[in-house]
Nanobody
Framework: QVRLEESGGGSVQTGEALTLSCQMS????????MGWFRQVPGKEREGVAA???????????FYGASVKGRFTIAEDNAKNTVDLHMSNLTADDTAMYYC????????????????????WGQGIQVTVSS
């Protein structure tokens, strides 16, 4: 049974950093495509970052345009987590953040599309204020 649980959310000031962690059970980033998404009320869920670790040491990462250069997605195989390191946060980053899993990052739908993601965490709130 797949279970995803987000942690690390909270309230920060503009320009600060925050790290979210997705504790995985029943899936691994080596065998699955793991994504981070975010959503604000009234808007569609947005793909933030995705990662596929693979088994041969070549990690593939993907980022949304609005976070590239500020956010970093990384896997911790020892803990079986996928972490989202967020820096230089702005009010536009305020959202509910979700961790999700799908079989492959390299199928028909892009890895930051919500399509094909079958397992989702409950979400965690990130609030950035000035």
């Amino acid at each position: 049974q797949v279970r995803l649980e987000e942690s690390g959310g909270g309230s920060v000031q503009t320009g600060e950093a925050l790290t979210l962690s997705c504790q995985m059970s029943g899936v691994t980033s080596r065998a699955n495509c793991m994504g981070w998404f975010r959503q604000v009320p009234g808007k569609e869920r947005e793909g933030v970052a995705a990662i596929y670790g693979g088994y041969f040491g070549s990690v593939s990462t993907f980022y949304g345009a609005s976070v590239k250069g500020r956010f970093t997605i990384a896997e911790d195989n020892a803990k079986n987590t996928v972490d989202l390191h967020m820096s230089n946060l702005t009010a536009d980053d305020t959202a509910m953040y979700y961790c999700a899993a799908r079989l492959s990052c390299f199928s028909v739908n892009p890895p930051l599309s919500v399509k094909e993601y079958k397992q989702w965490g409950q979400g965690i709130q990130v609030t950035v204020s000035s």
